[in-house]
């Protein structure tokens, strides 16, 4: 994607859509900036809208990575590593820590750090699974833990 250089009545409109927290002139001083931290979606028949896999952007300076599968978090080691336990937590904005959690804040971080202090190797990573509002929410979160379950092959899954 090009990223335009200056403001345009394009970008006008897409930041009146979702800045709330300062003027829309003032959010697009920097437009490269501004870009950055819009976390893009897609629309899937089978899900509903989830997080556009394989982006990078960085929320209030902080760098957020997306892997192939949806995941926040860098890509999942393939192979999974001898001694590795590998745990997806799946949830709400809560569970994948929005645009405002530092990457080092997440709970699966913290719960990744503490089982090392106690020699463990965990591989957590948190995914966003409430993919629409829609009457059908429900059964595409469903559906697509299920399908990630089946390409993660996870130790261990959490829901919260």
């Known amino acids: ?4 250089k200056t403001r345009t009545e394009e970008l006008e409109r897409v930041a009146r859509r979702l800045i709330w927290w300062k003027s829309p002139v003032e959010a697009l001083r920097d437009t490269q900036r501004f870009l950055a931290q819009v976390m893009t979606y897609e629309r899937d028949p089978r899900y509903g809208y989830l997080m556009r896999p394989r982006q990078m952007v ?5 760098p957020i990575e997306i892997n192939a599968l949806g995941l926040r978090g ?4 393939e192979p999974k590593p001898e001694g590795v336990v590998r745990v997806l937590f799946l ?4 569970t994948y820590g929005g645009g405002r959690i ?3 804040e997440l709970f699966c971080r913290r719960i990744e750090n503490a089982a090392r202090d106690d020699g463990f190797r ?8 409430l993919p629409d509002q829609g009457d059908d929410a429900d059964l595409g979160g469903l559906r697509a833990a299920a399908d990630l379950i089946a390409h993660a ?3 261990d899954v959490r829901h919260g």
């Not at 949830?91 to 809560?94: A, Q, R, V, W």
């Open 1 to 4: 994607m090009k990223i335009p």
């Open 58 to 62: 960085s929320t209030y300076g902080d």
């Open 74 to 77: 860098p890509p999942l080691l």
């Open 91 to 94: 949830g709400d904005s809560i």
């Open 102 to 104: 530092h990457e080092g």
């Open 122 to 129: 965990l591989e957590p990573r948190p995914r966003n699974l």
């Open 153 to 155: 092959h996870p130790d």
